[in-house]
């Protein structure tokens, strides 16, 4: 399958350094977390971004890019999706979320096919899956993750590098809001007879199941991917994409500080993405305006505009309490500038099995 050729290295200096170890300062801290951009996946135009290069912790978008070598290992004809995976005993062991990969001395290990996989990576985020694949494709996940900077490095993504096939913490992790919307496009562009699998509600193994972490799916008009992360360092994560009317948009929010606030900041700037295609000239450029982010407890009234606080009950889905808003997402807006308190995105959820206490997706 032909690449497009416009996400390549962005410059010779940087392809070196890269190529010498990628030197990137440390993630940021919990308190200077998030990050976010919205790009046109056609155009590549950057409709707007905020701290979209600065270094951040990607979590479970990094199976984005185990998927993305899954996917072409399937196009090479190495794997089908009928190929079954046999677990290891060192993938059996990795910490939740997990599919529940089992070895015993009787029964061996388990194994599921190539479409299982992707459905449980999709969404389940299993990190025993993230290990299988990772140790198929590459010997050793080790060898398998290098094999994942490198390949991220020649679509573009410049700030990325990889230590694990999960999005397990380890300070060797490191990714940008910009190169997370890079690797959402290129999936999509890439293979898009694999996409349908972000789509994914729900996937169900033996006795247990689980849904898609992606809440917006079927509740934001046109958004049909991708992928939620979360860690306590990174924060809550989300690469999506949405068409509507021909267009598509690429949003990534990273750090959010609840799965609900991420949710709603990713809802507002889908809207207001095409809020401005809608008024847009053909000679405009909205790329370098200000721009405002939703806080957790405060949000836009309806009927005035105005910047008003809120109970924390969490609306019904985002889509409900952006909708028919004109919103100046992409403009300049005044914004509160509240704290809002470490260690709520446990409230914000509470849906989570015995296994899966840890983070959104287990980590």
């Not at 390549?8 to 030197?23: N, Q, W």
């Not at 169900?204 to 199941?209: A, C, L």
Request: net charge neutral; hydrophobic share 40%; proline share 4%.
């Amino acid at each position: 399958m032909k690449r497009a050729g416009g996400l390549r290295f962005r410059g010779a200096v940087a392809a070196a350094s890269l190529a010498l170890g990628m030197v990137m300062s440390v993630p940021a801290q919990a308190q200077d977390r998030y990050a976010a951009i919205v790009m046109d996946a056609r155009t590549n135009e950057v409709l707007l971004e905020d701290q979209a290069d600065e270094t951040r912790y990607p979590a479970s978008l990094t199976k984005m890019m185990t998927l993305y070598m899954l996917f072409e290992a399937i196009e090479r004809g190495d794997v089908s999706l009928e190929t079954r995976l046999t677990a290891s005993r060192n993938a059996s062991r990795q910490p939740p979320s997990r599919l529940g990969l089992r070895c015993t001395r009787r029964g061996g290990c388990d194994s599921i096919t190539v479409d299982q996989a992707i459905r449980a990576l999709v969404v389940q985020s299993a990190n025993d899956v993230a290990t299988m694949v990772a140790e198929r494709l590459g010997g050793t996940e080790a060898r398998f993750s290098s094999s994942m900077s490198a390949r991220a490095r020649e679509l573009g993504m410049t700030n990325t590098r990889f230590a694990n096939a999960s999005g397990l913490p380890s300070t060797r992790h490191a990714t940008t809001a910009r190169d997370m919307a890079v690797l959402s496009q290129a999936l999509w562009r890439d293979f898009p007879e694999h996409y349908h699998y972000f789509t994914t509600p729900s996937f169900n193994w033996r006795r247990g199941g689980a849904r898609s972490h992606n809440r917006l799916i079927g509740q934001v008009d046109g958004v049909d991917g991708i992928k939620t992360g979360y860690t306590r360092a990174s924060g809550f994560n989300l690469a999506t994409m949405a068409e509507r009317g021909g267009r598509r948009v690429v949003v990534v929010v990273l750090g959010g500080e609840t799965a609900a606030a991420r949710d709603a900041q990713v809802a507002y700037l889908v809207e207001g993405a095409y809020e401005e295609y809608a008024r847009r000239g053909d000679n405009v450029t909205y790329a370098s305006l200000p721009n405002p982010r939703l806080d957790l407890q405060f949000a836009p009234n309806v009927a005035t505009g105005a910047v008003t606080q809120t109970a924390r009950a969490t609306p019904p889905t985002p889509y409900q309490t952006y909708q028919g808003m004109v919103l100046d997402t992409l403009a300049p807006q005044a914004v509160v500038d509240a704290p809002i308190g470490q260690g709520d995105e446990m409230e914000a959820e509470g849906e989570f099995t015995a296994e899966e206490t840890t983070d959104e997706d287990g980590q």
